[in-house]
């Protein structure tokens, strides 16, 4: 049998080629009441550690996807088996991908239909814990990393520029797995819209697939909103917000692209802001030295919902830029006032203590006329 690799080529910054490491894992409680996974090992004999990412749970009955090419005797087999062997599973993590080695899946049973005939899908047996991945130097060692992540009861690793995507290390994570037909994939929701250039090459790729109803819906939807904002007016408006609420990351690109950047105004920001993750989604869409990834964190911090605050902190947290971390920052305590969230003023004593505190400087003040 031959399942896809996809990871391999996919997902987060390079593997420490020739790195020696041992170290260990820990899994902290933070003031949100989430999890993060911190790693400490040892490169070339230097002492580092790192936070790996946060802990989500996946729950029961997820159903995760996986494309991969088989002939149709090889499909048989694969639907036969009902599960990911263990053995399988031990060739996979062997891999040195960018997370390691691991099986491949998406939540979503689009994204990656271009890397096979065949639609696998993993439906999750009991609720699993993945670490989601925040980007990192490149200096983990992901061959180490997903053996410890298993033995600390983790199973699988997550990217948080991809949250669709995920590598499964935990063979009891891959008991209950079938192939889907065209029966079973007329059942599925979709709940995101996709650039009509990407439900076009499914379509091409996947005419079973994409004859059903469900999908013949999604383009549609999919092509009338980009037809929509190309119209421009108060519609469109309307249309683009939705896209960047709830596209894919290339429709996002393709509506930013007709609206310009201009259009992602700070107040239209703030507004997003009120609605779980659509900040979230937009920030996957720049790459993080964009100018405007400053504005989407700053809206960010005087947003309602703690999910994008959480957000807004990590992107604070890791950020190289100790002065523009603290000129947010600063600004978000004077929006707030003695209403400043939790989470924020968590990130402002953090800052702090670590000696990362930076107010901005103020020449243009001591040498004003």
Same mark, same amino acid.
């Given at each position: 049998?031959?399942?896809?690799?996809?990871?391999?080529?996919?997902?987060?910054?390079?593997?420490?080629?020739?790195?020696?490491?041992?170290?260990?894992?820990? !899994?902290?409680?933070?003031?949100?009441?989430?999890?993060?996974?911190?790693?400490?090992?040892?490169?070339?004999?230097?002492?580092?550690?790192?936070?790996?990412?946060?802990?989500?749970?996946?729950?029961?009955?997820?159903?995760?996807?996986? +494309?991969?090419?088989?002939?149709?005797?090889?499909?048989?087999? +694969?639907?036969?088996?009902?599960?990911?062997?263990?053995?399988?599973?031990?060739?996979?993590?062997?891999?040195?991908?960018?997370?390691?080695?691991?099986?491949?899946?998406?939540?979503?049973?689009?994204?990656?239909?271009?890397?096979?005939?065949?639609?696998?899908?993993?439906?999750?047996?009991?609720?699993?814990?993945?670490?989601?991945?925040?980007?990192?130097?490149?200096?983990?060692?992901?061959?180490?990393?997903?053996?410890?992540?298993?033995?600390?009861?983790?199973?699988?690793?997550?990217?948080?520029?991809?949250?669709? +995507?995920?590598?499964?290390?935990?063979?009891?994570?891959?008991?209950?797995?079938?192939?889907?037909?065209?029966?079973?994939?007329?059942?599925?929701?979709?709940?995101?819209?996709?650039?009509?250039?990407?439900?076009?090459?499914?379509?091409?790729?996947?005419?079973?697939?994409?004859?059903?109803?469900?999908?013949?819906?999604?383009?549609?939807?999919?092509?009338?909103?980009?037809?929509?904002?190309?119209?421009?007016?108060?519609?469109?408006?309307?249309?683009?917000?939705?896209?960047?609420?709830?596209?894919?990351?290339?429709?996002?690109?393709?509506? !930013?692209?007709?609206?310009?950047?201009?259009?992602?105004?700070?107040?239209?920001?703030?507004?997003?802001?009120?609605?779980?993750?659509?900040?979230?989604?937009?920030?996957?869409?720049?790459?993080?030295?964009?100018?405007?990834?400053?504005?989407?964190?700053?809206?960010?911090?005087?947003?309602?919902?703690?999910?994008?605050?959480?957000?807004?902190?990590?992107?604070?947290?890791?950020?190289?830029?100790?002065?523009?971390?603290?000129?947010?920052?600063?600004?978000?305590?004077?929006?707030?006032?003695?209403?400043?969230?939790?989470?924020?003023?968590?990130?402002?004593?953090?800052?702090?203590?670590?000696?990362? +505190?930076?107010?901005?400087?103020?020449?243009?003040?001591?040498?004003?006329?």
């Amino acid at each position: 049998m031959r399942y896809l690799i996809m990871v391999v080529s996919l997902l987060l910054p390079f593997f420490a080629y020739g790195a020696k490491s041992h170290g260990i894992i820990e !899994i902290v409680d933070t003031e949100y009441g989430t999890q993060e996974v911190w790693a400490e090992f040892q490169i070339y004999g230097k002492p580092v550690k790192r936070k790996v990412g946060d802990v989500e749970v996946i729950k029961k009955g997820t159903h995760l996807y996986h +494309w991969g090419r088989a002939t149709p005797e090889q499909a048989k087999q +694969w639907n036969e088996a009902g599960k990911i062997s263990p053995e399988l599973l031990q060739r996979l993590l062997q891999q040195q991908g960018r997370v390691g080695g691991g099986f491949y899946a998406s939540l979503n049973p689009v994204d990656s239909s271009s890397y096979g005939n065949t639609l696998m899908v993993i439906d999750v047996p009991h609720d699993i814990e993945i670490v989601r991945s925040i980007s990192n130097d490149g200096s983990i060692p992901w061959a180490w990393l997903s053996r410890s992540l298993l033995q600390s009861g983790l199973s699988g690793v997550g990217n948080d520029n991809v949250r669709q +995507w995920m590598t499964i290390i935990d063979a009891n994570a891959l008991t209950k797995e079938f192939v889907m037909g065209v029966n079973e994939f007329k059942k599925i929701t979709f709940n995101k819209l996709f650039a009509p250039s990407q439900t076009s090459l499914f379509q091409q790729a996947h005419p079973e697939f994409a004859s059903s109803s469900n999908f013949v819906d999604l383009h549609a939807r999919s092509k009338a909103a980009m037809e929509k904002m190309s119209l421009g007016g108060a519609n469109s408006q309307d249309t683009f917000q939705e896209v960047l609420k709830i596209g894919s990351e290339i429709m996002v690109e393709q509506a !930013i692209a007709v609206f310009g950047e201009e259009s992602l105004t700070f107040e239209v920001l703030v507004k997003f802001g009120k609605e779980e993750g659509a900040l979230t989604n937009l920030l996957r869409s720049f790459y993080p030295s964009a100018p405007i990834h400053t504005t989407i964190r700053q809206a960010a911090l005087i947003s309602e919902f703690s999910y994008d605050r959480r957000t807004a902190n990590s992107f604070l947290l890791a950020s190289e830029d100790k002065v523009e971390a603290t000129r947010l920052l600063q600004e978000a305590e004077k929006y707030w006032g003695a209403k400043l969230p939790k989470e924020i003023a968590t990130t402002i004593d953090t800052l702090k203590s670590s000696k990362s +505190w930076f107010p901005a400087p103020v020449c243009s003040q001591v040498f004003a006329n």
